[in-house]
């Protein structure tokens, strides 16, 4: 099983291949989509995309003491929001179906 990245344009040229359609017109649909769904999110909606998975964002707790991962230096983080995305269940039973 190949795990490695699938980037906006391989997901593009994907769609090419399948459809046919030009790519600049895929390309605009798929940057429209990721746009709704970055100002769904930002709106603190939750995002439900049935037979694939649930976005939505998430309240982390903040911490008085953390480390700076870049430097080692102690500081602070306040509670902030995080995108979590949940896959649905078809997604799950087969994701890593290894038949």
């Known amino acids: 099983m190949d795990l490695s990245k699938v980037k906006k344009i391989d997901l593009v040229n994907s769609i ?3 459809t046919g359609l ?3 017109n ?3 649909v798929v940057d429209s989509l ?3 769904l970055r100002a769904a999110l930002e709106k603190g909606n939750t995002i439900e995309l049935r037979g694939f998975g649930t976005f939505e964002p998430r309240l982390r707790k ?3 003491v953390a480390h700076n991962p870049k430097t080692g230096e102690l500081c602070s983080v306040a509670p902030h929001y995080v995108a979590a995305f949940r896959a649905g269940r078809e997604l799950r039973e087969n994701m890593f179906n290894l038949k």
């Open 22 to 24: 030009e790519k600049q």
């Open 34 to 36: 990721l746009d709704e």
């Open 62 to 64: 903040g911490r008085s």
């Open 16 to 18: 090419y291949e399948k």
């Open 26 to 28: 895929i390309q605009e």
